[in-house]
């Protein structure tokens, strides 16, 4: 009888793990979380070139792409990625003179966030440099290898979506 052979994975490999994962699942979860850790890198370093953090660059595109101020709420609903501290990035933006507060004058407890020109003008410094960093982490990928990844990843997100409770891992007793 021919003893059974099991294949070591890549992310297996990269992480020094011993036993095969135990699910499939398990193991696409890893290698989309160690995958994204890897390419946020990269985009750390090009935004830090600009004194900027990934969470800041992402609240001024907001900005800009709206064309209008928009409350801080509206701007926390529209990240990437959930930032608990929108108001210390506002501060910090605003501290270097990217964004600019202004009192919402139908309601005086609604504060509104500007884009700055200073803002605007560092946004075009970094948006060539920005393309030609997705075209050198994706670039080697086809069209059809691209779009099927998006298509999956909004797959997976969808159900993420769904899960707004927080998940009881302890059964109950």
Same mark, same amino acid.
């Given at each position: 009888?021919?003893?059974? #052979?099991? +294949?070591?994975?890549?992310?297996?490999?990269? $992480?020094?793990?011993? !036993?095969?994962?135990? &699910?499939? =699942?398990?193991?696409?979860?890893?290698?989309?979380?160690?995958?994204?850790?890897?390419?946020?890198?990269?985009?750390?370093?090009?935004?830090?070139?600009?004194?900027?953090?990934?969470?800041?660059?992402?609240?001024?595109?907001?900005?800009?792409?709206?064309?209008?101020?928009?409350?801080?709420?509206?701007?926390?609903?529209?990240? #990437?990625? +959930?930032?608990?501290?929108?108001?210390?990035? $506002?501060?910090?933006? !605003?501290?270097?003179? &990217?964004? =600019?507060?202004?009192?919402?004058?139908?309601?005086?407890?609604?504060?509104?966030?500007?884009?700055?020109?200073?803002?605007?003008?560092?946004?075009?410094?970094?948006?060539?440099?920005?393309?030609?960093?997705?075209?050198?982490?994706?670039?080697?990928?086809?069209?059809?290898?691209?779009?099927?990844?998006?298509?999956?990843?909004?797959?997976?997100?969808?159900?993420?979506?769904?899960?707004?409770?927080?998940?009881?891992?302890?059964?109950?007793?």
């Amino acid at each position: 009888m021919t003893p059974l #052979l099991f +294949v070591t994975s890549m992310l297996q490999h990269e $992480i020094k793990k011993k !036993q095969p994962f135990d &699910l499939p =699942e398990q193991e696409a979860m890893l290698n989309l979380l160690r995958t994204a850790d890897r390419l946020q890198i990269c985009f750390v370093r090009l935004f830090r070139q600009y004194g900027l953090t990934p969470q800041q660059y992402n609240i001024l595109r907001i900005l800009r792409g709206e064309g209008r101020p928009l409350p801080i709420l509206e701007i926390a609903a529209r990240m #990437l990625t +959930v930032v608990p501290g929108i108001t210390g990035l $506002i501060d910090r933006l !605003q501290a270097a003179c &990217l964004v =600019e507060r202004r009192r919402c004058d139908q309601d005086r407890r609604v504060i509104y966030v500007a884009i700055t020109p200073q803002a605007i003008a560092t946004l075009a410094q970094i948006d060539q440099p920005l393309l030609d960093l997705h075209k050198k982490l994706l670039g080697h990928l086809t069209a059809e290898e691209l779009s099927a990844l998006t298509g999956l990843l909004e797959k997976a997100r969808q159900v993420a979506h769904e899960c707004s409770e927080p998940v009881n891992l302890v059964p109950d007793s």
